[in-house]
């Protein structure tokens, strides 16, 4: 019973050009993972690693980072929303004992812009030794700005008579169009066509761990501790702004407090920092405060969206028109997904536009546009069901050409009791608080690659793995282990795993849900190669193929004849003085891209003051291959929460008067907390063939539309401007009463 | 926050010493879960910082029958805590229980809680040198007022944030003050004070006067009270709007309303049209919608914070109705 192998090609940079080349590898079945009922770690819950390190303080994340002679570095940001800095002067600062260095625009023309165009726009950098100095030299640098008309609010920005956030273009960007069909001919099909405009708000990432990083020089060599998402992104940046090879940096990442987009590349904070270290000779410390994140480290853009759905008598969709636009801040873009959002229209027309303001850039948060479109689109298929007279879930089957989320929302449906707990009628219930129920769903891609790994097999048995990815939060470590122990046989503690370092083999950045399906793969070809290496030594001793050897519990046996076996630290010895060194990259067969979600929401409004509570919430969603459920598991809770947070309490409230931020904090700026948290519960749609997909973006989508879906079922009142505060509930509920 | 001095006081009799002639000589510390917040904020900017915690005997709780004497440096956990609180004073009881988070409430005083400077977003803000911190207006006018007054007519239009306040207006509390010379005990109804009287405090104390007790008389027989929070988020908020309602009903007529609304005004807010409305009425489903009428009758809500008085008018139907049943 040898070992199937087979066939597969991979990707190899040659001379720094991409070339593929094909490779032998183990066969390990559809899907790559093997028979999961025989697995010892993978397919099966597995606390973290790093668990107990982590709730007792042992793990050091960068602001833990204590270095001999460390300083603090602090950023000076502009005060106004618009200004130019005619003069800055640090000479009281540099006065103040204690503080070491300062950096200015002069220092670096290219991190400071004497335009400000953001109130928090970075102007300058001071470095002393302790922070509450650093902080005293921030209130002791003498700025003189010439201050300039501002806009804050995209509503205005559009106005071509509005301040201009840029002088070399308009606030108003290209607009970027998709089209599909004939709308004109579309809507003239439609039996019943509704408009309606459905506005999100800006919201912050708020990453437990603000950005941050310590710097630290030798020479022209740099070491980096960052809250980073991409070690190598750090990296990069920094070599290319000083002027230094990649490998004259380092940057580590061994814990990290979180990240949901907006932590990738060294970014201004990070060139400041190693600026200050630079120009002190001394290692710097520069965290980010609170503040500081909500105003200059990215945040969700708005969106307004003007949307037309034209559908026939039986609900079926026939034309779509959506004219949508958000403010990315002073940079990047608002654009949310270009076709209508999940259902099959024949005919659309959409164009948007991305709406330059005053305020701090934007940066991809958690599944970029998705939870703004989906928001929209879901409302209007509530609303579409409302005037057909329809279940909405009806409406949604027979336009949603996606079988496995068609499966998935029935699933949903069935555990919730769609059909006999929900009422079809809207606000039927009597007293004060009501309750409904509602749905919405999305979809997500979540593939992966661009990851290398290296494995070490020594004689004495102990085994290394190492691999450049980083773990935000999510358990990326614990997957390494996991999957290198199922490899050998190993217990998971026996492997040690090297991850979070430039020093180790390539990976590609945390984002677009693609960790684990970038780093698994990686990890079980490197391993898996790296055992036939060994079993390739050993197999001659049974008189074997190499492939007729399994490892497992600790021991190396011929499959077809488990009495021939010898144990792990035997057979390593064979090796006698030369360790097994094998460095490996993803592999193709083990993973997958694109995944629906849907989550079932139940809410109680009280009607008296507007409060909408959410009781519980059912997500029903699908990762092909789950390589560690309870890990998993918290990903979706986080997304449920992160998304009942933008649809019920997040908000960044800027001033229109003044241009501030007025809610730059965790107070005004709210964020659920423990009691408001619903019972959640989870339903797993598996697709073991398809290998492992991404969680962490899915899940946050859908929660939004499906509370503004139930907050409708519960008591009419139809909501499409997020959050769901009382005022906004209030104001809806009178509309109602009024008829 | 500035560099400060910090002092710890021994006795009650050296503090109006220690404390100076402006605010911005020197601030009282008890908690600290305001104060420090504050001066994290430049929103405080004192060169001292004097230290009542390390004063002896000032925690306690002390019952007779005249009602209970609550120490300023009481915390908020022991107020929640105490036997009495619960069993007698209702509508303390809740209102504590609903401040902040355990942890605040574990260093937070009743004293403390009352003193409470204004959570308004413009004044809390380093960006704004708005009227309470010497500035020359208040940003809440033609500004983002979701959370402002909906009574008083300015000139700042912070609101109160505290919810034992209230609840001990409400039970006819009274507060004991100490200065250069001597103490003194003023009614809650007197103690607070609104903008045009003065702008950059919310109540009668002066820079160098502190708070020693507050004295909460004992509830008659027959009055019941409750509170009702309302806060956009249930885990740790503050109030949007609360209630403080007690009421003596005798076989179903109302003989006495006590009902003090919070997070409307710069100060706690006595709703005297709907107390005065009540007194000697039978209480039906229909007189309490007009007591709650009268309560918002003199309303004044700014362009986002009309939904104040809707939730105002309700609560103060709900409490009506409840302590009438």
Same mark, same amino acid.
């Given at each position: 019973?040898?070992?199937?192998?087979?066939?597969?090609?991979?990707?190899?940079q040659?001379?720094?050009?991409?070339?593929?080349?094909?490779?032998?590898?183990?066969?390990?079945?559809?899907?790559g993972?093997?028979?999961?009922?025989?697995?010892?770690?993978?397919?099966k819950?597995?606390?973290?690693?790093?668990?107990?390190?982590?709730v007792?303080?042992?793990?050091?994340y960068?602001?833990?980072?204590?270095?001999?002679?460390?300083?603090?570095g602090?950023?000076?940001?502009?005060?106004?929303?618009?200004a130019?800095?005619?003069?800055?002067?640090?000479?009281?600062?540099?006065?103040?004992?204690?503080?070491?260095?300062v950096?200015?625009?002069?220092?670096?023309?290219?991190v400071?812009?004497?335009?400000?165009?953001?109130?928090?726009?970075?102007?300058?950098?001071v470095?002393?030794?302790?922070?509450?100095?650093a902080?005293?030299?921030?209130?002791?640098?003498?700025?003189?700005?010439?201050?300039?008309?501002?806009?804050?609010?995209?509503?205005?920005?559009?106005?071509?008579?509005?301040?201009?956030?840029?002088?070399?273009?308009?606030?108003?960007?290209?607009?970027?169009?998709?089209?599909?069909?004939?709308?004109?001919?579309?809507?003239?099909?439609?039996?019943?066509?509704?408009?309606?405009?459905?506005?999100?708000?800006?919201?912050?990432?708020?990453?437990?761990?603000?950005?941050?990083?310590?710097?630290?020089?030798?020479?022209?060599?740099?070491?980096?501790?960052?809250?980073?998402?991409?070690?190598?992104?750090?990296?990069?940046?920094?070599?290319?702004?000083?002027?230094?090879?990649?490998?004259?940096?380092?940057?580590?990442?061994?814990?990290?407090g979180?990240?949901?987009?907006?932590?990738?590349?060294a970014?201004?904070?990070?060139?400041?920092?190693?600026?200050?270290?630079?120009?002190a000779?001394?290692?710097?410390?520069l965290?980010?405060?609170?503040?500081?994140?909500?105003?200059?480290?990215?945040?969700?853009?708005?969106?307004?969206?003007?949307?037309?759905?034209?559908?026939?008598?039986d609900?079926?969709?026939?034309?779509?028109?959506?004219?949508?636009?958000?403010?990315?801040?002073?940079?990047g873009?608002?654009?949310?997904?270009?076709?209508?959002?999940?259902?099959?229209?024949?005919?659309?027309r959409?164009?948007?536009?991305s709406?330059?303001?005053?305020?701090?850039?934007?940066?991809?948060?958690?599944?970029?546009?998705?939870?703004q479109a989906?928001?929209?689109?879901?409302?209007?298929?509530?609303?579409?069901?409302?005037?057909?007279?329809?279940?909405?879930?009806?409406?949604?089957?027979?336009?949603?050409?996606?079988?496995?989320?068609?499966?998935?929302?029935?699933?949903?449906?069935?555990?919730?009791?769609?059909?006999?707990?929900?009422?079809a009628?809207?606000?039927?219930?009597?007293?004060?608080?009501?309750?409904g129920?509602?749905?919405?769903?999305c979809?997500?891609?979540?593939?992966?690659?661009?990851?290398q790994?290296?494995?070490?097999?020594?004689?004495?048995?102990?085994?290394?793995?190492?691999?450049?990815?980083?773990?935000?939060?999510?358990?990326?470590?614990?997957?390494?282990?996991?999957?290198?122990?199922?490899?050998?046989?190993?217990?998971?503690?026996?492997?040690?795993?090297?991850?979070?370092?430039?020093?180790?083999?390539?990976?590609?950045?945390?984002?677009?849900?693609?960790?684990?399906?970038?780093?698994?793969?990686a990890?079980?070809?490197?391993?898996?190669?790296?055992?036939?290496?060994?079993?390739?030594?050993?197999?001659?001793?049974?008189?074997?193929?190499?492939?007729e050897?399994?490892?497992?519990?600790?021991?190396?046996?011929?499959?077809?004849?488990?009495s021939?076996?010898?144990?792990?630290?035997?057979?390593?010895?064979?090796?006698?003085?030369?360790?097994?060194?094998?460095?490996?990259?993803w592999?193709?067969?083990?993973?997958?891209?694109?995944?629906?979600?849907v989550?079932?929401v139940?809410?109680?409004?009280?009607?008296?003051?507007?409060?909408?509570?959410?009781?519980r919430?059912?997500?029903?969603?699908?990762?092909?291959?789950?390589?560690?459920?309870?890990?998993?598991?918290?990903?979706?809770?986080?997304?449920?929460?992160?998304?009942?947070?933008?649809?019920m309490?997040?908000?960044?409230?800027?001033?229109?008067?003044?241009?501030?931020?007025?809610?730059?904090?965790?107070?005004?700026y709210?964020?659920?907390?423990?009691?408001?948290i619903?019972?959640?519960?989870?339903?797993?749609?598996?697709e073991?063939?398809?290998?492992?997909?991404?969680?962490g973006?899915?899940?946050?989508i859908?929660?939004?539309?499906?509370?503004?879906?139930?907050?409708?079922?519960?008591?009419?009142?139809?909501?499409?401007?997020?959050?769901?505060?009382?005022?906004?509930?209030?104001?809806?509920?009178?509309?109602?009463?009024?008829? | 926050?500035?560099?400060?001095?910090?002092?710890?006081?021994t006795?009650?009799?050296?503090?109006?010493?220690?404390?100076?002639?402006?605010?911005?000589?020197?601030?009282?510390?008890?908690?600290?879960?305001?104060?420090?917040g504050?001066?994290?904020?430049?929103?405080?900017?004192p060169?001292?910082?004097v230290?009542?915690?390390?004063?002896?005997?000032?925690?306690?709780?002390?019952?007779?029958?005249?009602?209970?004497?609550?120490?300023?440096?009481?915390?908020?956990?022991?107020?929640l805590?105490?036997?009495?609180?619960?069993?007698?004073?209702p509508?303390?009881?809740?209102?504590?229980?609903?401040?902040?988070?355990?942890?605040?409430?574990?260093?937070a005083t009743?004293?403390?809680?009352?003193?409470?400077?204004?959570?308004?977003?413009?004044?809390?803000?380093?960006d704004?040198?708005?009227?309470?911190?010497?500035?020359?207006r208040?940003?809440?006018?033609?500004?983002?007022?979701?959370?402002h007054?909906?009574?008083?007519?300015?000139?700042?239009?912070?609101?109160?944030?505290?919810?034992?306040?209230?609840?001990?207006?409400?039970l006819?509390?009274?507060?004991?003050?100490?200065?250069?010379?001597?103490?003194?005990?003023?009614?809650?109804?007197?103690?607070?004070?609104?903008?045009?009287?003065?702008?950059?405090? @919310?109540?009668? /104390? !002066?820079?160098?006067? #502190?708070?020693?007790?507050? $004295?909460?008389?004992?509830? *008659? %027989?027959?009055?019941?009270?409750?509170?009702?929070?309302?806060?956009?988020?249930?885990?740790?908020?503050?109030?949007?709007?609360?209630?403080?309602?007690?009421?003596?009903?005798?076989?179903?007529?109302?003989?006495?309303?006590?009902?003090?609304?919070?997070?409307?005004?710069?100060?706690?807010?006595?709703?005297?049209?709907? @107390?005065?409305? /009540? !007194?000697?009425?039978? #209480?039906?489903?229909?007189? $309490?919608?007009?007591?709650? *009428? %009268?309560?918002?009758?003199d309303?004044?809500?700014?362009?986002?914070?009309?939904?104040?008085?809707?939730?105002?008018?309700?609560?103060?139907?709900?409490?009506?109705?409840?302590?009438?049943?």
């Open positions: 019973m040898q070992q199937k192998m087979k066939t597969v090609t991979i990707t190899i040659e001379d720094g050009e991409p070339r593929e080349i094909e490779i032998q590898v183990p066969d390990t079945g559809e899907g993972w093997g028979d999961l009922s025989k697995n010892t770690y993978i397919n819950p597995h606390t973290r690693v790093d668990a107990v390190d982590k007792t303080g042992r793990a050091k960068t602001s833990d980072i204590k270095l001999p002679g460390l300083l603090y602090r950023i000076l940001r502009s005060a106004h929303p618009r130019r800095i005619n003069r800055i002067d640090a000479t009281r600062a540099m006065a103040l004992p204690g503080v070491r260095v950096v200015l625009p002069s220092d670096d023309p290219e400071f812009s004497r335009e400000c165009r953001f109130a928090g726009q970075e102007i300058a950098g470095a002393a030794t302790t922070p509450e100095v902080e005293d030299a921030l209130h002791a640098i003498d700025v003189d700005y010439e201050v300039l008309p501002f806009v804050v609010d995209e509503d205005t920005a559009r106005d071509p008579d509005s301040a201009q956030v840029h002088s070399d273009r308009g606030n108003v960007g290209e607009p970027r169009v998709g089209e599909q069909g004939d709308i004109a001919a579309g809507f003239a099909q439609a039996d019943v066509t509704l408009e309606a405009t459905y506005r999100c708000q800006v919201q912050s990432h708020i990453a437990l761990e603000t950005h941050g990083n310590v710097c630290q020089w030798e020479g022209d060599k740099l070491t980096v501790w960052a809250s980073t998402q991409g070690v190598f992104s750090v990296r990069g940046e920094l070599a290319g702004h000083f002027g230094i090879p990649e490998t004259n940096v380092r940057v580590i990442t061994e814990f990290m979180g990240g949901f987009g907006a932590k990738f590349g970014r201004k904070e990070g060139v400041i920092c190693a600026l200050l270290a630079r120009k000779e001394a290692p710097v410390k965290m980010l405060t609170r503040k500081e994140e909500h105003l200059a480290t990215g945040n969700r853009p708005s969106a307004v969206q003007h949307v037309k759905l034209g559908a026939t008598s609900g079926k969709l026939v034309a779509y028109e959506r004219t949508n636009y958000g403010t990315p801040g002073v940079a873009s608002a654009n949310i997904p270009g076709a209508p959002y999940l259902y099959e229209i024949p005919n659309y959409i164009e948007q536009t709406v330059f303001t005053n305020a701090g850039p934007m940066a991809a948060q958690r599944a970029p546009g998705h939870p989906a928001f929209a689109m879901e409302s209007m298929m509530d609303e579409l069901a409302e005037a057909l007279g329809m279940d909405p879930i009806d409406v949604r089957q027979m336009n949603d050409p996606n079988e496995v989320r068609r499966n998935m929302v029935a699933m949903g449906a069935e555990h919730i009791g769609w059909k006999t707990r929900r009422s009628t809207p606000n039927s219930g009597t007293g004060r608080i009501k309750t129920m509602g749905v919405g769903s979809r997500w891609g979540g593939g992966g690659g661009r990851t790994a290296e494995c070490t097999i020594n004689p004495d048995g102990s085994v290394q793995v190492r691999c450049g990815t980083q773990d935000i939060g999510t358990g990326t470590l614990t997957l390494v282990h996991m999957i290198a122990a199922e490899e050998f046989g190993l217990k998971m503690e026996d492997v040690d795993v090297g991850i979070g370092d430039t020093n180790y083999p390539y990976s590609g950045g945390s984002g677009g849900s693609t960790t684990a399906a970038s780093v698994s793969p990890i079980k070809g490197t391993t898996m190669l790296a055992k036939l290496e060994l079993f390739k030594k050993i197999a001659p001793r049974f008189g074997v193929e190499p492939g050897l399994v490892a497992s519990d600790g021991n190396v046996f011929v499959g077809s004849d488990p021939k076996s010898m144990t792990w630290q035997q057979a390593t010895a064979q090796l006698e003085d030369e360790p097994i060194f094998f460095h490996g990259q592999l193709p067969g083990y993973s997958d891209s694109g995944v629906p979600g989550h079932f139940e809410v109680s409004v009280d009607t008296e003051t507007g409060l909408v509570k959410v009781d919430v059912v997500a029903v969603h699908n990762s092909g291959m789950i390589l560690n459920p309870l890990t998993w598991a918290s990903q979706v809770n986080g997304g449920v929460l992160m998304g009942i947070g933008y649809g309490y997040e908000n960044r409230i800027m001033d229109p008067a003044t241009g501030y931020m007025v809610n730059a904090n965790l107070e005004d709210k964020l659920m907390g423990s009691t408001d619903p019972e959640i519960e989870i339903l797993r749609y598996d073991p063939e398809r290998g492992v997909i991404g969680i973006e899915p899940a946050t859908p929660t939004p539309g499906a509370i503004a879906n139930a907050i409708y079922n519960a008591c009419g009142a139809r909501i499409r401007d997020m959050p769901f505060t009382p005022d906004k509930v209030l104001s809806a509920l009178a509309a109602v009463k009024e008829g | 926050m500035q560099n400060f001095s910090y002092v710890n006081a006795s009650i009799e050296q503090v109006p010493s220690l404390l100076g002639r402006s605010w911005d000589d020197a601030v009282v510390m008890a908690g600290g879960t305001d104060l420090v504050e001066m994290k904020d430049y929103a405080a900017v060169k001292r910082v230290n009542l915690k390390s004063i002896e005997g000032l925690d306690y709780i002390r019952q007779d029958d005249a009602g209970l004497r609550v120490g300023a440096l009481t915390t908020l956990t022991d107020v805590g105490h036997g009495a609180v619960s069993q007698d004073y509508v303390l009881h809740q209102a504590v229980s609903v401040i902040a988070s355990p942890q605040i409430r574990n260093m009743l004293a403390g809680n009352i003193l409470q400077r204004p959570r308004c977003w413009y004044y809390r803000s380093e704004f040198p708005c009227l309470k911190k010497g500035g020359a208040c940003y809440a006018v033609g500004g983002v007022n979701t959370y007054a909906i009574f008083g007519s300015g000139p700042s239009y912070i609101v109160h944030p505290s919810d034992a306040a209230p609840a001990l207006m409400a006819g509390a009274t507060v004991n003050i100490h200065g250069p010379r001597g103490g003194n005990e003023v009614a809650m109804d007197d103690f607070f004070t609104m903008p045009e009287m003065n702008i950059r405090r @919310e109540n009668i /104390l !002066r820079p160098n006067e #502190i708070v020693t007790e507050i $004295a909460i008389p004992k509830p *008659e %027989a027959n009055s019941r009270g409750m509170f009702l929070k309302v806060r956009e988020r249930e885990s740790i908020d503050f109030a949007l709007v609360s209630l403080a309602a007690q009421m003596t009903v005798v076989n179903g007529t109302c003989e006495r309303a006590s009902l003090v609304l919070g997070g409307v005004a710069p100060i706690p807010w006595r709703a005297v049209e709907a @107390e005065d409305y /009540l !007194r000697g009425r039978r #209480i039906t489903e229909a007189r $309490a919608e007009s007591a709650a *009428e %009268a309560a918002v009758e309303a004044a809500p700014m362009p986002h914070n009309g939904y104040k008085v809707q939730i105002a008018k309700n609560l103060v139907k709900q409490a009506v109705q409840a302590l009438a049943s």
